[in-house]
């Protein structure tokens, strides 16, 4: 069973910075692509960064690009989203998920950006 553990979320002041984790069980992790959605109150999901397999191509929603950060260790079965200079409108549930034909999604780390 696929098992997706996010940390890392919290309160943080606009401007600020946050890092995202996400723990993978259950898979062979190094053969999926893996990416970052959110939800925000009320809202559908967004997507907002993958990182393929290898670790060597990124991509990133409009909303996020230049500020957040994905990367991920294969030696340790995590994915990482560095979240820098956040907004009130960051403010959401994140979630991680491998990609592919099973897609699997963690329960989500709560992230609060407000003075």
């Known amino acids: 069973e696929v098992q997706l553990l996010e940390s890392g979320g919290g309160l943080v002041q606009p401007g600020g910075s946050l890092r995202l984790s996400c723990a993978a069980s259950?898979?062979?992790?190094?053969?999926?692509?893996m990416e970052w959605v959110r939800q925000a109150p009320g809202k559908g999901f967004e997507w907002v960064s993958s990182?393929?397999?290898?670790?060597?191509?990124?991509s990133y929603g409009d909303s996020v690009k230049g500020r957040f950060t994905i990367s991920r260790d294969n030696a340790k079965n995590t994915v990482y989203l560095q979240m820098d200079r956040l907004k009130p409108e960051d403010t959401a549930v994140y979630y991680c998920?491998?990609?592919?034909?099973?897609?699997?999604r963690g329960q989500g780390t709560q992230v609060t950006v407000s003075s």
């Open positions: 990182i393929n397999s290898r670790g060597d191509y990124v």
């Open positions: 259950g898979l062979t992790f190094s053969n999926y692509g």
């Open positions: 998920a491998n990609q592919g034909p099973t897609p699997s």
